[in-house]
């Protein structure tokens, strides 16, 4: 009994200790419970706090980064006035021009909704920028007509200062918003410390949601830096990413024998891809580009879409050599037919290369490259390297435009005559219009001083309508004396295929009160070639005019017969080429017999050009050849003088073999 009683308070004491233990453990697991739910809700309510903050940090980086590309629109825009300053013929640039503002306005509008609180300062940008397109469409007015020099008032005194308004209100805005995305990641950062120290270690769904939270974290950082420094579309590193490696590789080479290169591409007819198939081809087209451009360069190099069509390559080491070697792997690259949608596209591209020297900048080197692929674009060329020349042949260009258009204004334009003889009677046909600049410095200018420049610009149809006026002035002059003289003018290709050619004609034809058929335009064979249908159409409704027309320098170019049979002309002119030896070069003389032949045939007068020698002449008469030209009979004359030639010959004073 005395052992029993001890066993039973024994029992009891440790039942009521097992009932104690049971109460801690549920006291513990209700207490480790409840730590789990507020380590679970404070997890949630910071991750709900984080998540805010990360949403802040991405509208603020996103903001940023459309005022960023806002100001890079605004740049382009700037660019392109320039070019237009450059090349007044370029007529699409305005058309260019409208659309990087019209993507201006759609960028800060779509702003608006990420970044409220900043949406009265877009307001007034927004209201600058309607300013700016009233000025800059008097911009593009002027340069259309011709009016270089109103137009560069317009864009230095006007345009500069308001845009530069813009570019630092916008700057403030992106320094504004990358400083919100700052302090946000900031905030973001020290919230994570926090919740890594507080966390109890010994929670391990705490230590799971901390990590959980961490890994999100440092995801979506990644995503917005990547979004900071990549082009969504490609993948490709962006306009900032590609300068910052771009300056980086050039401060290393410095003083070394690296010499890093930059190739600028941009694709030609792109815009034709977009309008025609639609944005989302044309997005397909740039991800596979973008793939072939990386297919091209080394692991060294890097490839970076600088946005629209535009890419840009860094070329880590290698100069002039590797360079080139890259520009014609991507040239053989983008040969391949591209298969987009079911529609297969052959896509080409134009390349500028620059290489840098100790010293450059990244501004520097991509404007050299921007420069020479602008020739390369200009001149078909598929790729070209920058030279010191291409900047000097810029600035010598515009300064002749810009003499160019005063001396239209001014009219210092002046014409000379070379009389065309017919070879069977002796007599005078006819003349050709030579055209000659009389400079006010430069004294007496022939064509081949200044026609190119004049093909290649809008100067080119004002600059034919005046040649053309002055002629059938001179002609309605000589009539007025009794001499009934046809004149020939040249016509240029880019004036052939001008709808605007045949009205003009028969405008001036009627002002002047000259027949149309003391009249003749003279075309060549490229020129026919560059646009066969638009050029028979053209061709047609000036003979229609009663206009007659030649084919000048027949034989440099290449005629199609198919062609040649159905258009609408009068007369071959034959090469001075062929003219010149046709007298001792046998080949030659087989040459000038099938073109007078082949005129014949075709029911055409055929003139030789260039006969300066009396054996010529008696070549050229027994092959047939219908009239001749050349300083054998007379150099080009000025009115005056071919007056008193034309009396010389009257009174037997003027021999013509």
């Not at 020297?357 to 501004?363: C, K, M, P, R, T």
């Not at 009249?519 to 026919?528: A, P, Q, R, V």
Request: aromatic content about 6%; some cysteine; proline content about 4%.
């Amino acid at each position: 009994m005395t052992v029993s009683a001890p066993r039973s308070d024994s029992a009891r004491s440790r039942s009521a200790g097992r009932l104690g233990a049971a109460r801690t453990r549920r006291g513990i697991g209700f207490s480790l419970a409840a730590v789990l739910v507020l380590v679970s809700l404070a997890g949630f309510v910071d991750t709900w706090r984080q998540a805010t903050v990360v949403s802040r940090a991405g509208r603020a980086a996103q903001a940023a980064g459309n005022y960023e590309d806002a100001r890079f629109l605004v740049t382009l825009a700037h660019a392109e006035r320039v070019r237009a300053l450059r090349d007044p013929g370029d007529v699409v640039a305005a058309v260019r021009h409208q659309d990087l503002a019209a993507r201006f306005v759609a960028v800060l509008n779509g702003t608006r909704s990420i970044d409220p609180g900043r949406a009265p300062a877009v307001a007034l940008v927004l209201r600058d920028e309607t300013v700016y397109l009233g000025l800059t469409g008097q911009f593009f007015t002027l340069t259309a007509a011709g009016q270089t020099s109103a137009a560069l008032t317009l864009h230095t005194d006007r345009i500069g200062p308001l845009e530069q308004r813009m570019l630092d209100q916008l700057g403030v805005l992106t320094g504004n918003s990358r400083a919100e995305s700052d302090a946000a990641h900031r905030e973001l950062s020290r919230q994570s410390r926090l919740l890594r120290l507080g966390a109890p270690v010994v929670l391990c769904a705490g230590l799971l949601l901390l990590g959980l939270f961490a890994l999100m974290t440092r995801s979506f950082r990644r995503t917005v830096e990547n979004q900071a420094a990549y082009d969504p579309l490609t993948g490709l590193p962006n306009r900032t990413r590609f300068q910052s490696r771009c300056g980086r590789l050039l401060t290393a080479a410095d003083g070394t024998p690296m010499e890093p290169a930059v190739l600028l591409l941009d694709l030609d007819e792109f815009k034709q891809v977009n309008d025609t198939l639609g944005h989302h081809v044309g997005d397909q087209l740039l991800v596979q580009v973008a793939a072939r451009l990386l297919d091209a360069v080394r692991a060294q190099d890097s490839v970076a879409r600088l946005g629209g069509d535009e890419f840009a390559l860094l070329i880590a080491d290698g100069g002039q050599v590797t360079a080139t070697q890259v520009a014609e792997r991507i040239t053989e690259n983008l040969r391949q037919p591209f298969v987009l949608d079911g529609v297969t596209l052959d896509i080409e591209a134009s390349i500028g290369i620059a290489v840098a020297a100790d010293g450059d900048d990244v501004l520097t080197l991509v404007r050299r490259a921007d420069t020479a692929m602008y020739v390369a674009k200009r001149y078909r060329l598929g790729h070209a390297h920058y030279t010191e020349e291409q900047d000097d042949n810029t600035m010598t260009r515009l300064t002749l435009l810009s003499d160019l258009r005063r001396a239209l204004d001014g009219d210092e334009f002046e014409l000379h005559y070379q009389p065309k003889i017919a070879l069977d009677t002796g007599q005078l046909i006819g003349v050709e219009a030579l055209t000659r600049w009389r400079h006010p410095t430069r004294g007496l200018l022939y064509p081949d001083a200044f026609i190119a420049a004049t093909e290649s610009s809008n100067l080119c149809y004002p600059f034919t309508v005046h040649v053309l006026e002055k002629a059938l002035r001179h002609t309605r002059a000589w009539a007025d004396r009794g001499v009934r003289l046809p004149v020939a003018v040249n016509v240029s290709t880019r004036c052939l295929l001008d709808n605007r050619l045949p009205e003009a004609v028969a405008a001036l034809l009627h002002s002047c009160g000259v027949p149309a058929e003391l009249l003749c335009l003279e075309i060549t064979e490229g020129s026919i070639m560059a646009n066969p249908e638009q050029a028979l159409d053209i061709l047609g409704r000036i003979r229609a005019l009663g206009v007659m027309t030649s084919i000048d320098d027949f034989g440099t170019g290449y005629s199609s017969m198919a062609y040649l049979k159905l258009l609408p002309v009068d007369e071959l002119k034959i090469d001075r080429s062929f003219v010149s030896n046709v007298a001792t070069d046998p080949t030659n003389a087989m040459l000038v017999q099938s073109t007078i032949d082949l005129g014949h045939n075709l029911g055409l007068s055929v003139t030789a050009e260039g006969v300066e020698d009396a054996e010529t002449l008696a070549v050229l008469r027994a092959l047939s050849c219908d009239v001749a030209q050349g300083y054998y009979f007379a150099r080009p004359l000025t009115p005056e003088a071919l007056g008193t030639w034309m009396a010389a010959r009257k009174t037997g004073g003027v021999a013509v073999g």
